[in-house]
């Protein structure tokens, strides 16, 4: 608790104005200690206390002799505002203590109230005056603990107006020692509302007046005038504490100087790509909440953690930033009275009725019901939305609706319309962009029933179009892409809930690898959907991907356990989907989803053997039919052998390899010259070879053999016939008529390279190797595929 009121501007547990308490005296209680109070008791003290009231803090006796407790002169009405004042004041520092500091400033605002009204029927100024600079000083420490961080600097300013100048050094209640410790609670003040500057000033002018005030007392303590040991040191202690809190802060300053500098610099690096800019904004949130830590009061930091929340595209996160920002608002909601009241940040809004300031306050351990996943009511979204700054509101408005809190984003624009006209320190509530936000809250609402209703009825593909329409409603109308992973989605539950709902559609209508895609993109805005990823496993399941199936199931499983073991740790994870949990997952669902596990094993190692199998019976095939294949060949060559005296082909070409290529062929009527060179044709009708036949007999054998050179030009076309040895081409290339393009070129390149006549000198290689070029021709194009296939299916037929 030290700690904490250290961070607000304390600097101990009590001790007159002394940053962490309320009370008087140079105790560590609110109280002097006993043997101080023995030896200051019924004497006045150098350093500005009375013998009476000494343990009662700014008390209006015992503050030197400025004002003695009781003055004969006056009459009973003055004792008893006197009197009155000191109730108010020792309650409040009560309350104080207990915590209830909304109360406290409550009493403090009280008793300056009643201290006013004295100086007025007195007709005196409150310059100097010491009880109400204690007063103010005391208040500013309970409205620091409120949150109302510009009422406290305001409360030390006019403590440091009502101080005295020319007091004792060592006065606690005036003087260079009372004006040092102000200053250090009015810095943290400045520094908690986000005035960087002011806050540097204001620290550094409290450690300029603790060091004059610890000058001045060793002086006095040197001289002996009239100060105890005890009360030299007690001082020199608060002193120095003083100058300890006015350093602390210091660093603080700098480190709210060195993360602005930091998000600063992450800011101007921002467009160089998609990915780049994302891990920039998760840098500048850093960044951010690094400065929040310092200056929580700071509004503009709030509008960038908003700003950088929303690019990174977690409305959820941003809603519940949102709405605590807004409880924390409602602590202040009837502090501002009397002489506060011109520092009100609300002054037309009515006090909260539904939001409660402790909501995400109370039972922080409850598992049931995290800090981080807790949302208002819609009148308390009421509420909120009146005290949040102007900059928030469209961004908190949309996330309600990402987030399908339909209701709240609807109560929440009504009640930004019906609070338009207020005027607080923000100026006017803009709602230019309230009716765009009420369009499309209307277009989601009834674009996203009419495809449930359609999803209902059977209708899915209707439905998913719905749904697909409802994803561009925050793409400015452009159209939706099919492809899921193509698009720009604007993230939260909403838009995850539609990808998901859009995958069961394409599951319905047996699209599973659309399907997959989809779940995906839900997958990507929340990683742990657990529904999105339970469906993706069963649409990697039905198109036979049984290992990415696998994986799915096992991860879902994995998350389910981990969240049963571990609830704490599953609840505050920040990849946990807020609305899919985990944890949420019911006893009955888990079982499915492990029986649906084993059937996917199961059904992978069925696939697994029917695959080697059938690898197996191919590999058979195959060496039946080369060895087929091969004898047919052979035999085939032996009968070519065995007729010398046949006039073909075979022959022509042997005889030709034979003559080297040199001699004459009988059969070519341009006698191995081109048809397109005139002399070559003058010369061959001028000069016939010998023992050719006449003119008109050697125009019917150049008709013949144009017939045969065409006939011949034709055979190397693609054909679609049956191969007239061994069967079709799929049996020559040793595949089933299934076999896709990849393996009939593999098959082709490994026979080819098998039986090339270059490679394989054996007898009917060359022959083997013709009938595997000739079925790669025809089955290698899609073509001639199609065409042979289909009269070979009429051939069977």
Same mark, same amino acid.
């Given at each position: 608790?030290?700690?904490?009121?250290?961070?607000?501007?304390?600097?101990?547990?009590?001790?007159?104005?002394?940053?962490?308490?309320?009370?008087?005296?140079?105790?560590?209680?609110?109280?002097?200690?006993?043997?101080?109070?023995?030896?200051?008791?019924?004497?006045?003290?150098?350093?500005?206390?009375?013998?009476?009231?000494?343990?009662?803090?700014?008390?209006?006796?015992?503050?030197?002799?400025?004002?003695?407790?009781?003055?004969?002169?006056?009459?009973?009405?003055?004792?008893?505002?006197?009197?009155?004042?000191?109730?108010?004041?020792?309650?409040?520092?009560? $309350?104080?203590?207990?915590?209830?500091?909304?109360?406290?400033?409550?009493?403090?605002?009280?008793?300056?109230?009643?201290?006013?009204?004295?100086?007025?029927?007195?007709?005196?100024?409150?310059?100097?005056?010491?009880?109400?600079?204690?007063?103010?000083?005391?208040?500013?420490?309970?409205?620091?603990?409120?949150?109302?961080?510009?009422?406290? *600097?305001?409360?030390?300013?006019?403590?440091?107006?009502?101080?005295?100048?020319?007091?004792?050094?060592?006065?606690?209640?005036?003087?260079?020692?009372?004006?040092?410790?102000?200053?250090?609670?009015?810095?943290?003040?400045?520094?908690?509302?986000?005035?960087?500057?002011?806050?540097?000033?204001?620290?550094?002018?409290?450690?300029? *007046?603790?060091?004059?005030?610890?000058?001045?007392?060793?002086?006095?303590?040197?001289?002996?005038?009239?100060?105890?040991?005890?009360?030299?040191?007690?001082?020199?202690?608060?002193?120095?504490?003083?100058?300890?809190?006015?350093?602390?802060?210091?660093?603080?300053?700098?480190?709210?100087?060195?993360?602005?500098?930091?998000?600063?610099?992450?800011?101007?690096?921002?467009?160089?790509?998609?990915?780049?800019?994302?891990?920039?904004?998760?840098?500048?949130?850093?960044?951010?909440?690094?400065?929040?830590?310092?200056?929580?009061?700071?509004?503009?930091?709030?509008?960038?953690?908003?700003?950088?929340?929303?690019?990174?595209?977690?409305?959820?996160?941003?809603?519940?930033?949102?709405?605590?920002?807004?409880?924390?608002?409602?602590?202040?909601?009837?502090?501002?009275?009397?002489?506060?009241?011109?520092?009100?940040?609300?002054?037309?809004?009515?006090?909260?009725?539904?939001?409660?300031?402790?909501?995400?306050?109370?039972?922080?351990?409850?598992?049931?019901?995290?800090?981080?996943?807790?949302?208002?009511?819609?009148?308390?979204?009421?509420?909120?939305?009146?005290?949040?700054?102007?900059?928030?509101?469209?961004?908190?408005?949309?996330?309600?609706?990402?987030?399908?809190?339909?209701?709240?984003?609807?109560?929440?624009?009504?009640?930004?319309?019906?609070?338009?006209?207020?005027?607080?320190?923000?100026?006017?509530?803009?709602?230019?962009?309230?009716?765009?936000?009420?369009?499309?809250?209307?277009?989601?609402?009834?674009?996203?029933?009419?495809?449930?209703?359609?999803?209902?009825?059977?209708?899915?593909?209707?439905?998913?179009?719905?749904?697909?329409?409802?994803?561009?409603?925050?793409?400015?109308?452009?159209?939706?892409?099919?492809?899921?992973?193509?698009?720009?989605?604007?993230?939260?539950?909403?838009?995850?809930?539609?990808?998901?709902?859009?995958?069961?559609?394409?599951?319905?209508?047996?699209?599973?690898?659309?399907?997959?895609?989809?779940?995906?993109?839900?997958?990507?805005?929340?990683?742990?959907?657990?529904?999105?990823?339970?469906?993706?496993?069963?649409?990697?399941?039905?198109?036979?991907?049984?290992?990415?199936?696998?994986?799915?199931?096992?991860? $879902?499983?994995?998350?389910?356990?981990?969240?049963?073991?571990?609830?704490?740790?599953?609840?505050? *994870?920040?990849?946990?989907?807020?609305?899919?949990?985990?944890?949420?997952?019911?006893?009955?669902?888990?079982?499915?989803?492990?029986?649906?596990?084993?059937?996917?094993?199961?059904?992978?190692?069925?696939?697994?053997?029917?695959?080697?199998?059938?690898?197996?019976?191919?590999?058979?095939?195959?060496?039946?039919?080369?060895?087929?294949?091969?004898?047919?060949?052979?035999?085939?060559?032996?009968?070519?052998?065995?007729?010398?005296?046949?006039?073909?082909?075979?022959?022509?070409?042997?005889?030709?390899?034979?003559?080297?290529?040199?001699?004459?062929?009988?059969?070519?009527?341009?006698?191995?010259?081109?048809?397109?060179?005139?002399?070559?044709?003058?010369? *061959?009708?001028?000069?016939?070879?010998?023992?050719?036949?006449?003119?008109?007999?050697?125009?019917?054998?150049?008709?013949?053999?144009?017939?045969?050179?065409?006939?011949?030009?034709?055979?190397?076309?693609?054909?679609?016939?049956?191969?007239?040895?061994?069967?079709?081409?799929?049996?020559?290339?040793?595949?089933?008529?299934?076999?896709?393009?990849?393996?009939?070129?593999?098959?082709?390149?490994?026979?080819?390279?098998?039986?090339?006549?270059?490679?394989?000198?054996?007898?009917?290689?060359?022959?083997?190797?013709?009938?595997?070029?000739?079925?790669?021709?025809?089955?290698?194009?899609?073509?001639?595929?199609?065409?042979?296939?289909?009269?070979?299916?009429?051939?069977?037929?």
């Amino acid at each position: 608790k030290g700690r904490k009121h250290r961070n607000s501007g304390a600097s101990g547990a009590g001790g007159g104005v002394g940053m962490g308490g309320i009370g008087g005296g140079l105790g560590s209680n609110g109280g002097p200690n006993p043997e101080t109070l023995h030896s200051m008791k019924n004497q006045k003290s150098m350093y500005g206390f009375g013998g009476e009231g000494v343990d009662g803090g700014f008390g209006t006796s015992g503050v030197g002799d400025a004002q003695p407790s009781m003055v004969p002169d006056e009459d009973d009405e003055t004792n008893a505002k006197r009197q009155r004042v000191t109730a108010l004041r020792d309650q409040g520092r009560s $309350y104080y203590i207990n915590g209830a500091y909304r109360d406290s400033v409550l009493c403090y605002t009280e008793a300056i109230g009643v201290h006013a009204d004295e100086f007025q029927f007195h007709n005196s100024s409150p310059k100097n005056d010491e009880t109400l600079a204690a007063l103010y000083g005391n208040r500013a420490a309970a409205l620091m603990m409120t949150g109302a961080y510009e009422g406290a *600097s305001a409360d030390c300013d006019r403590a440091l107006q009502c101080t005295k100048t020319d007091s004792a050094a060592g006065s606690l209640e005036s003087g260079p020692a009372f004006r040092s410790k102000i200053l250090c609670r009015m810095a943290r003040a400045l520094l908690k509302a986000g005035s960087i500057w002011d806050a540097d000033k204001a620290f550094n002018s409290s450690i300029q *007046s603790a060091k004059e005030a610890l000058a001045i007392v060793g002086v006095q303590s040197d001289a002996g005038a009239g100060t105890t040991m005890e009360e030299t040191r007690s001082m020199e202690k608060i002193l120095n504490q003083s100058i300890t809190d006015a350093t602390l802060g210091l660093s603080d300053v700098k480190r709210y100087r060195d993360a602005a500098e930091n998000a600063k610099a992450v800011e101007s690096s921002k467009g160089v790509s998609v990915a780049a800019d994302r891990r920039n904004n998760v840098q500048l949130l850093m960044f951010i909440n690094s400065a929040l830590s310092v200056s929580p009061g700071s509004m503009e930091l709030h509008e960038r953690k908003v700003n950088a929340l929303a690019s990174l595209k977690r409305w959820a996160e941003l809603g519940n930033h949102c709405e605590r920002l807004a409880a924390e608002m409602v602590k202040i909601d009837g502090l501002f009275k009397g002489d506060l009241a011109g520092l009100n940040p609300f002054p037309d809004v009515k006090p909260a009725t539904s939001l409660k300031p402790d909501f995400f306050e109370r039972n922080p351990e409850d598992l049931s019901d995290p800090v981080s996943l807790r949302i208002l009511s819609p009148k308390a979204v009421c509420d909120a939305v009146i005290r949040l700054p102007n900059g928030i509101l469209p961004l908190y408005l949309r996330s309600l609706r990402l987030e399908e809190r339909y209701t709240e984003a609807a109560k929440a624009g009504a009640s930004i319309e019906a609070n338009s006209k207020h005027k607080g320190s923000r100026g006017n509530v803009p709602i230019v962009w309230l009716a765009n936000e009420k369009d499309k809250l209307r277009r989601t609402m009834q674009w996203k029933e009419k495809g449930d209703t359609l999803f209902r009825n059977g209708d899915y593909e209707r439905a998913a179009e719905k749904y697909a329409l409802c994803l561009t409603i925050d793409n400015d109308g452009s159209s939706y892409n099919h492809n899921a992973l193509e698009n720009e989605d604007a993230g939260g539950r909403l838009h995850a809930v539609l990808h998901c709902n859009r995958a069961a559609c394409l599951m319905a209508l047996k699209k599973y690898r659309e399907a997959v895609k989809e779940c995906t993109a839900a997958l990507r805005i929340h990683t742990h959907y657990m529904k999105a990823m339970l469906r993706r496993g069963r649409c990697f399941a039905r198109i036979r991907q049984y290992q990415e199936a696998i994986a799915e199931y096992e991860r $879902y499983i994995q998350l389910v356990y981990e969240a049963r073991r571990s609830p704490h740790n599953a609840a505050n *994870s920040n990849a946990a989907c807020t609305f899919d949990r985990p944890i949420d997952i019911s006893e009955p669902e888990y079982s499915k989803a492990k029986v649906e596990l084993s059937d996917v094993r199961k059904s992978m190692r069925q696939a697994a053997a029917h695959d080697q199998a059938q690898r197996k019976k191919q590999r058979e095939q195959q060496f039946n039919f080369n060895k087929n294949f091969k004898a047919a060949a052979n035999d085939a060559a032996r009968r070519r052998q065995e007729a010398p005296g046949r006039d073909n082909a075979y022959t022509r070409k042997k005889q030709w390899d034979a003559g080297g290529g040199n001699n004459q062929r009988p059969w070519d009527s341009f006698a191995g010259a081109s048809p397109k060179k005139p002399s070559s044709r003058n010369k *061959s009708a001028k000069e016939p070879p010998a023992g050719s036949k006449p003119a008109h007999s050697g125009s019917g054998a150049s008709g013949k053999s144009r017939g045969k050179s065409s006939s011949h030009h034709q055979q190397q076309q693609p054909t679609v016939a049956k191969t007239a040895v061994g069967g079709d081409h799929y049996q020559v290339l040793g595949l089933t008529h299934t076999a896709s393009s990849a393996e009939i070129k593999k098959a082709y390149h490994k026979m080819a390279l098998k039986y090339h006549p270059d490679k394989n000198s054996d007898e009917g290689a060359a022959d083997i190797f013709r009938r595997v070029k000739l079925a790669y021709e025809v089955l290698g194009n899609d073509q001639t595929r199609i065409s042979f296939d289909a009269q070979r299916r009429g051939g069977r037929r």
